[in-house]
């Protein structure tokens, strides 16, 4: 368990990225506004962003252990079919981590 | 975070009222609402995994008051567990949050007043305080209400995350499986991403090089993985460009 000086050095270095990142480019950024490479980052770095931390969050994932691997696999198929079905964020996550409690939990647990 | 929203501002001509601190906290409340019905239970399913993770409770407050960045939050729990390296937290959060960086492009800052109501503005610039004043009409909002508003959507926040660490520590240990959320939460963030552009190279370029930095350097999945990605965006913008002047 990480002990408390490390925690709150963690959460500062965090909190002090974050809120650089918020108040900075309302000083900085005006005179890039118009570059084409900065209007182009913003528009493709979003969805590969979510698909490096969606494989970051599944490293783990090994097909060598079938009582992890089949959980994980079909609550994350649940997932994606019932957000491309319904398109309601919370209903998915919910709905996919119910289905992954029960599989792990329950089912292969 | 990123919770899809109605834009109030839109849709509500403000009657030319006088400007008393309860008008502008009353509509600062109704403009919180949309995304209040997001941000709570998504603060209360990251409270349940502080519990879960054997942290004292009240971390859960400091994490999401604090950090205040909900999907950064969940991927810091884990780091923090492994007690991952500062400089990899800081790295995670600059790539994480990046996105923020453009919201001062269209965020309404120049309406608030003073330092310490500036300073907190852009510390509570979260997506969903983003998502309720990039509509036109916010450009005209008294800085109070602005300030307000995003009063009211921090404390959803971390009071969601707050209730559900007290909540976890009722959920029995047999229940395996819960961080599964935080999975969810991107994948599902990545279709709705991918929704609003269906471009379809970007999330194929992010793939390979997340699961090349799985194979070649597992130990720095995260960072190896969006150094390759953020190297292969200008490599492709310049293919692209080239491909189009030539056209």
Same mark, same amino acid.
């Given at each position: 368990?990480?002990?408390?000086?490390?925690?709150?050095?963690?959460?500062?270095?965090?909190?002090?990225?974050?809120?650089?990142?918020?108040?900075?480019?309302?000083?900085?950024?005006?005179?890039?506004?118009?570059?084409?490479?900065?209007?182009?980052?913003?528009?493709?770095?979003?969805?590969?962003?979510?698909?490096?931390?969606?494989?970051?969050?599944?490293?783990?994932?090994?097909?060598?252990?079938?009582?992890?691997?089949?959980?994980?696999?079909?609550?994350?198929?649940?997932?994606?079919?019932?957000?491309?079905?319904?398109?309601?964020?919370?209903?998915?996550?919910?709905?996919?981590?119910?289905?992954?409690?029960?599989?792990?939990?329950?089912?292969?647990? | 975070?990123?919770?899809?929203?109605?834009?109030?501002?839109?849709?509500?001509?403000?009657?030319?009222?006088?400007?008393?601190?309860?008008?502008?906290?009353?509509?600062?409340?109704?403009?919180?609402?949309?995304?209040?019905?997001?941000?709570?239970?998504?603060?209360?399913?990251?409270?349940?995994?502080?519990?879960?993770? *054997?942290?004292?409770?009240? &971390?859960?407050? !400091? @994490?999401?008051?604090?950090?205040? +960045? %909900?999907?950064?939050?969940?991927?810091? #729990?884990?780091?923090?567990?492994?007690?991952?390296?500062?400089?990899?937290?800081?790295?995670?959060?600059?790539?994480?949050?990046?996105?923020?960086?453009?919201?001062?492009?269209?965020?309404?800052?120049?309406?608030?007043?003073?330092?310490?109501?500036?300073?907190?503005?852009?510390?509570?610039?979260?997506?969903?305080?983003?998502?309720?004043?990039?509509?036109?009409?916010?450009?005209?909002?008294? *800085?109070?209400?602005?300030? &307000?508003?995003? !009063? @009211?959507?921090?404390?959803?926040? +971390? %009071?969601?995350?707050?209730?559900?660490? #007290?909540?976890?520590?009722?959920?029995?240990?047999?229940?395996?499986?819960?961080?599964?959320?935080?999975?969810?939460?991107?994948?599902?963030?990545?279709?709705?991403?991918?929704?609003?552009?269906?471009?379809?190279?970007?999330?194929?370029?992010?793939?390979?090089?997340?699961?090349?930095?799985?194979?070649?350097?597992?130990?720095?999945?995260?960072?190896?993985?969006?150094?390759?990605?953020?190297? *292969?965006?200008?490599?492709?913008?310049?293919?692209?460009?080239?491909?189009?002047?030539? +056209?």
């Amino acid at each position: 368990m990480p002990d408390t000086g490390y925690l709150i050095a963690a959460v500062a270095t965090a909190v002090a990225v974050t809120w650089a990142l918020r108040a900075l480019p309302f000083a900085l950024l005006a005179p890039l506004r118009s570059s084409p490479l900065v209007v182009y980052l913003r528009k493709v770095m979003p969805v590969g962003v979510m698909v490096v931390l969606t494989v970051y969050t599944l490293r783990d994932f090994d097909p060598h252990l079938p009582d992890r691997a089949w959980p994980t696999a079909l609550a994350l198929a649940f997932t994606v079919v019932l957000h491309l079905w319904r398109r309601n964020v919370l209903l998915s996550i919910a709905g996919g981590t119910v289905v992954h409690v029960l599989l792990a939990s329950a089912v292969f647990g | 975070m990123v919770t899809p929203t109605d834009d109030h501002a839109g849709t509500a001509p403000s009657p030319p009222a006088p400007r008393t601190l309860r008008t502008d906290l009353r509509r600062a409340f109704e403009d919180s609402g949309s995304v209040g019905l997001g941000a709570y239970p998504m603060g209360v399913a990251f409270g349940v995994l502080v519990a879960h993770s *054997g942290l004292p409770w009240w &971390w859960a407050s !400091v @994490f999401s008051g604090f950090i205040y +960045a %909900g999907s950064l939050e969940f991927l810091f #729990l884990g780091l923090v567990l492994s007690t991952t390296p500062l400089a990899s937290i800081a790295t995670t959060a600059f790539l994480v949050n990046f996105r923020h960086v453009f919201y001062a492009l269209s965020f309404p800052l120049h309406r608030v007043r003073g330092r310490v109501g500036k300073a907190y503005s852009t510390f509570a610039l979260s997506d969903e305080a983003y998502a309720v004043t990039a509509g036109e009409a916010a450009r005209s909002y008294p *800085g109070r209400r602005i300030l &307000w508003l995003q !009063v @009211f959507i921090h404390c959803y926040w +971390a %009071g969601g995350a707050t209730t559900g660490a #007290l909540l976890g520590s009722v959920i029995p240990d047999g229940v395996k499986g819960l961080d599964f959320a935080v999975t969810a939460l991107f994948a599902v963030l990545a279709i709705d991403v991918f929704r609003t552009r269906r471009d379809i190279p970007t999330p194929l370029l992010a793939l390979a090089c997340a699961l090349v930095a799985r194979f070649v350097f597992p130990g720095q999945l995260l960072l190896a993985g969006f150094a390759l990605f953020t190297a *292969g965006l200008p490599a492709r913008y310049l293919l692209t460009r080239e491909e189009r002047t030539r +056209a």
